[in-house]
């Protein structure tokens, strides 16, 4: 193989061919009222772990059901579990929920039963 | 309760009218039909004009309606039975001349009928947006890309299968198609198709469970009475993905599926998806035979080439001209309940005007 | 893939291409990447059609590479093209035929601007007079060269050696055509065929007896994009769209690509033996690349000329395997010939795809 100084890019295009949405299908069944979410952002505008850190559940959300985990995998254990954007949210989705799976599945490799 | 809806809305003017007047409506969509049978009830001589074989307009066209998944045929049929053959029908014909001879009307159709009429209601209506223009979107090219009228003739026919016969495993509606794009002049939003747009996704779901379901809209406008319940409802029975993203363009791969490409405005990131069949939403524009009516009876479009009212909030059922009454979507998109509404707005005014 | 449909759309997007008395105009890099195509073009309108064209030495870069890289202002861009104008109406021609796709964008885009903006134009004139005491008028036609190419490609293929024909299967060869982005892109109407669906080497391959594929990637860039190949850190950028385009057309096992523009059967040839050399991946089969042509050389191919005449030997992917498909002869001793019959030099062959 020749290096010719530089490499192909690597796409940035979300290709919901091939990621796979399994994950937020497993959420959907723990937590139905996920898919309600309308990413209206009231869930990261009060959220006091967004004002410190690059926590953003309206993205987590979001990129959840386009199958892209691994972007979020690093900032879902930064919530606090306060649970104001669950006062917050206009929907009533169980935000305080949705964390405590997805960061169990992300970091503990399984949802709990 | 027929009776009681009937005596109600049709207090016994009908026998109190002395001298009979005759009014024309051009268009027998639901607004023509709807303002034919309160003015045939008020007694007066109308005639229904229509450019086509059939009256009904679009809605004799559609399977069922948003937000109660009524049959469009149930609401057609009611309508018309209301009417009663009461309005003396002329299909086939467009309005070829027109004069006014003091406060009367004289018109001439294509088939050289002469009518005398003391007013003009027009409700031509809209006319959809050829998807064809679009033409990134591929729509008469690729073979699994349909309309949401194509769609909901195959709703009717109980045949809602791609191509090849398959029914689809993977579908995406485009919403906005036709509608907000400056690009083929058409700046308004049609106001229907986001409704038609979630009720369609959920009928796919009803029909085939497994089926996945992708809605790339602009912005969602769930406006009127019942619409958020039902997108409540294609989120959390359905679990319908919406994706905000305008579609930029659709291909085809060797197996003739569609692959869409736009951008997860919400993800900030490109978005790629193949479907097997790809649904445009096309939108409403003006009927196409508008601004030759316009010429023949005088009547002014806005820039948007719906029809001008002589004022938006109060006068909306007037035209420009004397004795020209306009109703339902030729003055722009509107719902079915909306435009039966307009159409009785007018059907009031007009009845006014002519006992005045 | 429905044809009528694109056959409605090519019908709304036809130009004006003239016969002939042309005043041609070279591209700044094509003599360097294609050396013959340009040689070809002249010969096969002059020689084998009869035509009338003119070219001048004192023809220069219309600016283009420097205006896409940022480099020359539009201000002096439209002077460097006015001078250009006034080179042709010296020479006594209206009708400019350019060879490069981006010249023929910024001719477009300019013709434009001076037509909405006549002030501009004016102002254009002055400066030109002022810094060279030139006058000039504007064309009356603007093609570019394979809008000429497809003017007579009927008469090509009534003269033609060969066709675009698999002889062995008897089956016409599956071809992908590649427009270059300026063509048509910025300005739908001032290419044969429109923007998205652009029939200009359609109507080539069709009439020279090879079948066309459409796959989903076809309208994406070949990689070029200026910026992004010139500045060495960006070229990952222009490998990936390149790539892109490779993996979407491989299902479809095209025999050959053809293009119109300067840089895309460069990038198309070049990048598949970098892709072959740092991924090892080639979309031909085994080792095997897919020949890249400009429509110059494909002219050349099918009325029978000599192949090396034609430069094919210049190319980065082997063309000899395309050469034996159609059944059209070589001469492999006589492949790194120059002109005057001195040795070339032979150049250094990979070991991951079958270059020439």
């Known amino acids: 193989m020749i290096n010719f100084g530089y490499q192909r890019n690597e796409s940035a295009t979300l290709d919901l061919d091939t990621t796979h949405s399994e994950l937020y299908k497993k959420l959907l069944d723990k937590e139905p009222s996920a898919a309600t979410c309308i990413s209206c952002g009231t869930c990261a505008a009060t959220c006091s772990a967004g004002q410190f850190t690059d926590f953003n559940l309206r993205k987590i959300m979001l990129l959840c059901k386009r199958g892209d985990m691994q972007s979020f995998k690093p900032?879902?254990?930064?919530?606090m579990v306060c649970g104001k954007c669950q006062l917050a949210c206009p929907k009533g989705v169980n935000t305080r929920n949705i964390v405590l799976i997805l960061n169990k599945y992300l970091h503990a490799g399984k949802i709990s039963k | 309760m027929g009776k009681i809806s009937e005596n109600l809305n049709y207090p016994k003017i009908s026998v109190v009218v002395k001298n009979m007047k005759s009014i024309a409506i051009i268009g027998s969509g639901i607004a023509g039909i709807e303002a034919a049978s309160r003015l045939s009830k008020f007694g007066h001589k109308v005639y229904l004009i229509e450019k086509n074989s059939e009256i009904g307009g679009y809605v004799a066209q559609w399977d069922r309606l948003f937000p109660?998944?009524?049959?469009?045929?149930?609401?057609?049929?009611?309508l018309i039975k209301k009417l009663n053959n009461r309005a003396e029908v002329l299909t086939n014909v467009t309005v070829q001349h027109c004069e006014k001879k003091d406060r009367q009307f004289e018109l001439v159709l294509t088939d050289n009928k002469h009518l005398v009429v003391d007013a003009i209601l027009v409700t031509t209506g809209f006319d959809i947006f050829r998807a064809e223009r679009k033409e990134e979107y591929g729509y008469g090219i690729y073979e699994n890309v349909i309309t949401s009228s194509d769609l909901e003739k195959m709703f009717a026919e109980n045949n809602v299968v791609c191509k090849n016969g398959e029914s689809p495993k993977r579908l995406a509606f485009v919403h906005c198609v036709g509608s907000r794009d400056e690009k083929v002049g058409n700046r308004h939003c049609s106001k229907v198709c986001c409704a038609t747009a979630v009720k369609q996704a959920?009928?796919?779901?009803?029909?085939?469970?497994s089926c996945e379901v992708f809605n790339l809209y602009m912005d969602l406008r769930m406006f009127d009475r019942h619409f958020e319940d039902m997108y409540h409802e294609a989120q959390s029975k359905y679990h319908v993905n919406f994706i905000r993203g305008r579609l930029s363009e659709a291909g085809e791969n060797k197996e003739h599926q569609v692959i869409i490409?736009?951008?997860?405005?919400?993800a900030g990131k490109p978005l790629k998806l193949t479907v097997d069949l790809l649904v445009l939403m096309t939108g409403m524009e003006p009927c196409y035979l508008q601004k030759t009516i316009n010429s023949k009876l005088g009547l002014?479009?806005?820039?948007?080439?719906?029809?001008?009212t002589k004022n938006s909030f109060t006068e909306n059922n007037l035209s420009n001209a004397d004795g020209i009454f306009v109703a339902g979507t030729c003055t722009g998109p509107?719902?079915?309940?909306e435009t039966l509404a307009d159409s009785r707005a007018a059907a009031g005014l007009l009845n006014s005007y002519l006992m005045s | 893939m429905k044809k009528e449909g694109k056959e409605q759309i090519w019908k709304d997007y036809q130009k004006e291409i003239p016969d002939n008395d042309f005043f041609y105009v070279r591209s700044c890099i094509r003599q360097n990447l294609f050396p013959a195509s340009e040689v070809i073009f002249l010969k096969i309108l002059r020689e084998e059609l009869g035509r009338n064209v003119f070219e001048t030495p004192h023809h220069t870069t219309c600016g283009g590479i420097?205006?896409?890289s940022d480099i020359v202002p539009m201000e002096t861009m439209m002077t460097i093209i006015a001078r250009q104008f006034s080179l042709m109406t010296e020479a006594g021609f209206e009708n400019y035929a350019c060879s490069c796709i981006t010249s023929f964008g910024l001719y477009s885009e300019v013709l434009e601007t001076w037509h909405h903006f006549p002030k501009v134009l004016e102002k254009v004139r002055k400066d030109l007079k002022e810094a060279t005491g030139r006058e000039f008028k504007l064309p009356k036609t603007l093609s570019h060269a394979s809008d000429v190419i497809y003017k007579v490609r009927h008469e090509i293929a009534e003269k033609a050696k060969y066709k675009l024909i698999n002889k062995h299967t008897g089956k016409p060869l599956k071809v992908v055509e590649h427009i270059g982005c300026h063509y048509s892109k910025m300005f739908p109407n001032k290419g044969v065929g429109g923007a998205e669906y652009p029939y200009v080497l359609t109507g080539m391959v069709e009439a020279w007896g090879g079948e066309i594929i459409d796959y989903p990637e076809r309208r994406h860039c070949c990689g070029f994009g200026f910026r992004q190949y010139l500045v060495q850190a960006n070229r990952g950028y222009s490998l990936a769209n390149t790539h892109k385009k490779f993996e979407s057309m491989e299902p479809f096992e095209p025999d050959m690509i053809i293009t119109n523009c300067p840089g895309c059967p460069f990038f198309l040839d070049r990048w598949q033996y970098v892709i072959a050399e740092t991924e090892g991946k080639t979309y031909g089969g085994k080792n095997q690349g897919i020949p890249v042509f400009t429509y110059e050389e494909v002219a050349g191919m099918v009325l029978g000329y000599d192949p090396w005449d034609l430069g094919l030997q210049v190319h980065q992917i082997a063309v000899e395997p395309l050469l034996d498909k159609v059944g059209i002869p070589y001469n492999s001793e006589t492949k790194y010939l120059g002109l005057d019959g001195k040795n070339l030099g032979k150049p250094e062959l990979p070991k991951n795809i079958c270059s020439c």
């Open chain 2, 68 to 78: 109660s998944q009524t049959e469009a045929k149930t609401v057609l049929n009611d």
């Open chain 2, 202 to 209: 959920c009928e796919i779901k009803e029909l085939y469970p």
């Open chain 2, 334 to 337: 509107k719902t079915i309940p």
């Open chain 1, 75 to 79: 900032i879902i254990n930064r919530c």
């Open chain 2, 261 to 266: 490409k736009t951008e997860d405005t919400l």
């Open chain 2, 300 to 308: 002014r479009s806005d820039t948007d080439g719906f029809l001008s």
């Open chain 3, 66 to 68: 420097g205006y896409h």
